[in-house]
């Protein structure tokens, strides 16, 4: 159902921090006719914290009014309370979303068992599909391939955005949790090296302002053109490395700012990016041939 270069959504504000909604479906639109091949809505590159529930919803909402089914979109519905994750699961689904992606707690740092007992009254709860989101990095905890086996067996959780880059990962988890489970590489570098390990494809940042490249490194990949994969791979390298030179989504924020598809601002506490880091995004968007 999911595959090849999906985008972790930026949410586009305006220079006072409202959201802009024109600018969000009109991106959306964008990232369709350059070969996105689904959507991730607020995540954390959509600045989900940030958000207040009914804007949450809002931007759901959007995303899947402009994507009109031409392909799947996967809602951003993950909380440290349970109970709020199984709320935006709901609405997820009342949205039409096609998925919804649900991170581990963060801050939290619950037992392996409370994850387990956290992601299966999610999918008890609401009869939508279920990726889980396993970033050790911003949520603390990380999900065992032990314990996602055994969520595996849900049917309503059917894969994983794995953004832990250990790249021992997805071979484990395929032979625990079958061929038949959706891996997603959460982290751009490796998204090569995770479909050779049994992804399927990527949730990523990058993709916000290279998406062409990206899907068309995916296509090279899934139609076994190996070296024009590596070659875009290349190209996309510098680029991975400066939309995380700083913590994201500022970088990719300001990277959409330079491309016209949002202003650069980011809610507090995220800052403006240092000046450093805006001419590194140039030179990186520069050197991609995305920016004259």
């Known amino acids: 159902m999911f595959k090849g270069s999906l985008v972790a959504l930026i949410t586009p504000m305006a220079a006072d921090g409202k959201l802009d909604e024109k600018a969000f479906q009109d991106f959306v639109a964008w990232q369709i006719g350059e070969g996105t091949e689904g959507l991730v809505p607020v995540g954390t590159t959509g600045e989900s914290p940030t958000l207040s529930h009914d804007e949450h919803h809002r931007v759901v909402e959007l995303c899947v009014e402009a994507a009109g089914g031409r392909v799947p979109v ?53 009869d939508l599909p279920i990726i889980i989101y396993n970033i050790p990095p911003r949520s ?37 949790c079958g061929a038949d489970f959706c891996q997603l590489s959460g982290e751009d570098h490796t998204a090569l090296a995770f479909r ?51 913590t994201s989504p500022g970088p990719v924020k300001f990277a959409a700012s330079l491309l016209g598809k949002s202003s650069p601002f980011c809610r507090l506490p995220m800052a403006p990016v240092s000046d450093i880091t805006e001419g590194r995004v140039r030179a990186a968007l520069a050197q991609a041939g995305l920016l004259n």
């Open 140 to 176: 603390v905890i990380d999900m065992s391939v032990e314990t996602m086996a055994r969520l595996a067996k849900h049917p309503n959780i059917v894969g994983v955005k794995d953004a832990t880059a250990n790249l021992t990962r997805p071979l484990h988890t395929r032979l625990s």
């Open 196 to 246: 050779a390990a049994g992804g399927v494809g990527c949730i990523s940042v990058t993709a916000n302002v290279a998406p062409r490249l990206c899907a068309e490194m995916h296509d090279a990949w899934q139609a076994g053109r190996i070296d024009d994969a590596m070659a875009l791979q290349d190209r996309l390298t510098p680029l991975h490395d400066a939309m995380f030179c700083e």
């Open 74 to 126: 996967i809602a951003g519905a993950g909380s440290n309370s349970t109970e709020e994750a199984i709320a935006l699961t709901r609405h997820a689904k009342q949205a039409g979303a096609d998925a919804a992606l649900v991170v581990t707690p963060y801050y939290n740092k619950p037992t392996q068992e409370g994850l387990y007992l956290h992601f299966t009254a999610i999918a008890d709860a609401v």
